[in-house]
């Protein structure tokens, strides 16, 4: 069973900058994918950014763009989410998740593994 474990979320003023973790127990065809997802109160689970271990290529959603940026370290099997310019509509928990290559990236069943979640609160 793949583990994968997030950190690095909290709180933060609007304008601000967060860096999250996520560290993968092990690379697999299974966690070929990695992407970061996030979930506010009362909202439906949103994707945020995605990319392969293997070449360059990263997806955003529209709302982050610009803002934040999605990389990976192959020799710690850990992928980063580089938050900047925050807002408080970005308050949410963020959940890293890992999926074999198939699949729409943007769409959460497309992931079969899932960390825990970790807190981003934007607030004055």
């Known amino acids: 069973q793949v583990q994968l474990v997030e950190s690095g979320g909290g709180l933060v003023q609007p304008g601000g900058s967060l860096r999250l973790s996520c560290a993968v127990s092990?690379?697999?065809?299974?966690?070929?994918?990695m992407g970061w997802f996030r979930q506010a109160p009362g909202k439906e689970r949103e994707f945020v950014a995605a990319?392969?271990?293997?070449?360059?290529?990263?997806v955003y959603a529209d709302s982050v763009k610009g803002r934040f940026t999605i990389s990976r370290d192959n020799v710690k099997n850990t992928v980063y989410l580089q938050m900047n310019s925050l807002k408080p509509d970005d308050t949410a928990v963020y959940y890293c998740?890992?999926?074999?290559?198939?699949?729409?990236?943007?769409?959460?069943?497309?992931?079969?593994?899932w960390g825990q979640g970790t807190q981003v609160t934007v607030s004055s």
């Open positions: 998740a890992a999926g074999p290559v198939w699949g729409d990236v943007r769409r959460a069943m497309s992931y079969d593994s």
């Open positions: 092990e690379r697999t065809f299974s966690t070929t994918k």
């Open positions: 990319r392969n271990w293997s070449d360059d290529n990263t």
